[in-house]
């Protein structure tokens, strides 16, 4: 690779960013295409990151990660989203905002489940933070009706009102709330490596369920471990990932990766 002061750079920008794995898949993309660009991550604390993304001028374009996505929508010309992921240096110099999260995981949805329209009716979403809320949102127009389960309640009605077939369901009836879903969708920090584990009632599944995690560190949840013992349909949480990358990387370059090579260069990566 050949950097010169016309090399254009991307990044992702939030905090922290120490343990991403997007400049591995973005580099790789970069280098498969024979790009004269770089992927960094860039660490950002302030108070004010709106002006600081803003600030961020040689950037040609960003990926953006907690706690900054709101801030990226702001600091963007044009937005598509109140949320965004992504953002891309115009002509004009201004930024314009995307959010490929939720595209990513109906990407790996149904790379993982190819027929799952015809089998989705209920979804559980377990948590209700920003992941939730984008996978809820992404799920809502294709499903009859999104429940969410939440530790704390509150948090979850908040979640569960801003989309429009929205339930709410109480983290002491898991039990019945596994039992009817079509599809479970893992999105707290349970289960992450030196995060606590959850005895999730997977035994109670539906024969056919489809479950999907969004954590990937480690690869295999004990929520996806069990899903597969019992021959369910189990979806990691790196097809998200690397699907909304992929779909980052379209913005920006116009181009179409190749999401299989992502894949082997971040489980080696991973291990
Ligand atoms: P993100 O924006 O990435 O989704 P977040 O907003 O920090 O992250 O949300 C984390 C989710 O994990 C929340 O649903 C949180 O539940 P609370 O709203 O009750 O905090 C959930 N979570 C984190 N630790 C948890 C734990 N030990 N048990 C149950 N839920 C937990």
């Not at 953006?64 to 600091?75: F, G, L, N, R, S």
């Not at 809820?136 to 127009?141: I, M, R, T, V, Y």
């Not at 992929?246 to 489980?267: H, M, N, Y």
């Amino acid at each position: 690779m050949n950097i010169t002061a016309a090399t254009k750079v991307y990044g992702i920008v939030g905090d922290p960013v120490g343990h991403s794995l997007s400049p591995v898949m973005q580099n790789g993309w970069i280098a498969d295409h024979g790009l004269d660009a770089i992927y960094v991550a860039l660490q950002l604390k302030s108070e004010d990151p709106v002006t600081a993304i803003r600030a961020l001028t040689g950037f040609a374009g960003l990926n953006v990660t907690v706690p900054h996505k709101e801030a990226a929508a702001k600091a963007a010309a044009r937005s598509e989203t109140p949320v965004a992921n992504v953002l891309r240096r115009e002509d004009d110099g201004t930024f314009s905002a995307f959010n490929t999260d939720g595209a990513g995981f109906l990407d790996s949805l149904t790379e993982g489940a190819p027929d799952w329209r015809s089998k989705v009716r209920r979804v559980l979403i377990l948590g209700a933070g920003g992941a939730a809320l984008g996978v809820g949102q992404a799920l809502s127009p294709y499903v009859d009706t999104i429940h969410f389960a939440n530790r704390t309640a509150e948090r979850g009605e908040q979640t569960a009102a801003a989309i429009p077939n929205g339930r709410v369901t109480r983290w002491d009836d898991l039990e019945r709330a596994f039992g009817h879903a079509d599809l479970i969708v893992q999105t707290t920090t349970l289960g992450m490596a030196d995060q606590p584990e959850m005895d999730w009632p997977v035994a109670l599944c539906r024969p056919n369920a489809i479950i999907a995690d969004i954590v990937y560190r480690p690869l295999e949840t004990p929520l996806l471990a069990a899903a597969r013992v019992r021959g369910l349909t189990a979806i990691d949480g790196l097809g998200m990932l690397i699907h909304q990358g992929a779909r980052s990387f379209e913005i920006w370059f116009g181009i179409k990766p190749d999401v299989a090579k992502a894949r082997q260069r971040l489980l080696a990566a991973l291990a």
